[in-house]
């Protein structure tokens, strides 16, 4: 049984082939928006009814784009397997449009050396039982990778929420307020185990963290909010 989040993100899946639509419905399930994007119909029909919006149009076709709420979406997720040439176009038509987070698929290093150079924010190296972890990065802000340890435990690499910036581990008490426990630190994939609770929280080291399911889902709902509010805060 999933447990629905209150992260009320609104990502774009383009391409709705065996991946795509995998990530489509583990997004949903995940409790997030999901805007479904495919120029085939009957890719579009079979998906309909698992996410809170599908569309049968050209993504290539900016205009298309726009009155169907791409401005709205924090994220897109380019799955367009058939075509690389279409995926980078549409790749670099979300950029142009602004999108916040684009990911695209490489179906190997060639193609993921291409996006990189257009400007895709992550690279996606598809096989079909990525879509679940993929579902889990996009759900959860901060997140870099995600292992999951058992039914109900994972461990996730994290970039430091900003606020925990100076501050010791135990002062944050995060097993308390969240239900999560630090493990360790990554500086430039060199990991570090915790040297104990006065350790203080450096921005340039990602975080290792393990938690329940529901622990970490709650956690990125707060981080969420935290990281809308400093977002309004900077246009103010």
């Not at 029909?45 to 791409?70: W, Y």
């Not at 870099?144 to 039914?151: A, G, K, N």
């Not at 622990?215 to 990125?220: E, M, P, Q, R, T």
């Amino acid at each position: 049984m999933s447990v629905k989040t209150q992260i009320h993100q609104r990502i774009a899946v383009i391409g709705l082939g065996t991946f795509g639509s995998s990530l489509a419905r583990e997004l949903t399930r995940a409790g997030i928006q999901v805007l479904a994007i495919d120029k085939n119909m009957d890719a579009v029909d079979q998906i309909a009814e698992f996410v809170d919006h599908a569309v049968c149009l050209d993504s290539k076709d900016p205009e298309a784009l726009e009155q169907n709420g791409i401005f709205r979406v924090d994220a897109a997720a380019v799955c367009i397997g058939e075509s690389f040439q279409e995926c980078a176009m549409v790749t670099l038509k979300l950029l142009e449009m602004k999108v916040p987070r684009v990911l695209a698929r490489a179906a190997g290093e060639a193609e993921a050396v291409i996006l990189d150079r257009i400007g895709a924010h992550d690279i996606l190296f598809v096989e079909q039982q990525m879509g679940r972890h993929w579902a889990s990065l996009l759900a959860r802000p901060g997140a870099i990778e995600d292992f999951e340890v058992s039914r109900n435990y994972s461990i996730v690499r994290i970039r430091p929420s900003p606020s925990w910036t100076g501050q010791r581990l135990e002062q944050l008490a995060l097993p308390k307020k969240h239900g999560i426990t630090v493990l360790g630190s990554y500086v430039h994939d060199r990991f570090e185990l915790v040297k104990g609770p006065e350790e203080i929280v450096d921005p340039s080291k990602d975080l290792l963290v393990i938690g329940h399911h529901q622990d970490l889902d709650k956690y990125f709902a707060v981080r969420l909010k935290e990281d809308e509010i400093s977002a309004s805060g900077s246009k103010a």
